[in-house]
């Protein structure tokens, strides 16, 4: 995994090109692909290449369906990420890959065109000391241990990170971003400022998530015996 970009180096946070998704929520340490095709987001992507490399994921509130507005509601706070790599198609289209950097809120947007653009600023985050996190730590581990699982790439990926050094809260935005599936409570993680409450929400909604999955793992073993 490409090493964490320092979100105080080198960020300006006056004029952030947004990039509202229905149901995309980014975060810290995490990488997306993107493939940019509309027209207002190829020159939002050239512009952010021939400047901080920045783009803010940002999530349309419920209801964007129904607006008639061109600039739907967004949820208040974002994660901004920076372009590691791209590769721009002949016909103008781009591919990327976006690393998740800094929680951030949405101070005011500015009247921009073609896409949108805003003032941020970084969340004010109540930090916790590691220590504090390590019965959160050993929930995950147990997790990934779990026989219905433990064999998964995915299973064996994060346990290599559980040997790592990366500190629990990184993790916890990871399994958020890769693992939990309802996009409103990964918004609702995302803007948690208490780093403890919210490694304590993504562990206690992954076991509950994943505990859906043993059950039916196990029904799906005593139902169908070995035949030797």
């Known amino acids: 995994m490409p090493r964490m970009i320092d979100p105080t180096t080198d960020m300006d946070w006056s004029a952030v090109p947004l990039f509202p998704l229905p149901n995309v929520v980014l975060f810290p340490r995490a990488i997306m692909p993107l493939h940019i095709f509309e027209q207002r987001y190829r020159a939002m992507t050239a512009d952010a290449l021939r400047g901080k490399r920045q783009i803010a994921m940002a999530l349309l509130q419920p209801g964007w369906e129904k607006e008639a507005s061109e600039r739907p509601a967004l949820e208040p706070v974002v994660c901004v990420g ?15 890959l976006l690393q998740g950097v800094a929680r951030c809120r949405v101070v005011q947007e500015h009247r921009s065109n073609p896409y949108r653009v805003a003032e941020l ?17 050993r929930r995950i581990e147990g997790v990934f241990e779990n026989p219905c699982f433990r064999n998964a790439d995915v299973a064996r990926q ?13 993790l916890a935005d ?7 599936e309802d996009v409103h409570l990964r918004q609702s993680i995302l803007a948690d400022a208490d780093v403890r409450g ?10 509950q998530q994943h505990s859906l999955l043993s059950a039916a793992c196990a029904e799906d073993f005593v139902s169908s015996p070995n035949i030797n």
Request: avoid cysteine.
């Open 82 to 96: 920076t372009i590691l790599t791209h590769q721009r198609l002949a016909d103008g289209r781009f591919n990327l």
């Open 121 to 137: 600023e970084p969340l004010d985050e109540a930090r916790v000391f590691e220590i504090d996190l390590d019965d959160e730590r």
């Open 158 to 170: 994060f346990r290599d990170l559980l040997a790592s050094p990366m500190p629990t809260a990184d």
């Open 174 to 180: 990871l399994i958020a971003f890769h693992l939990l």
């Open 198 to 207: 919210r490694v304590q929400r993504v562990v206690s909604s992954f076991e």
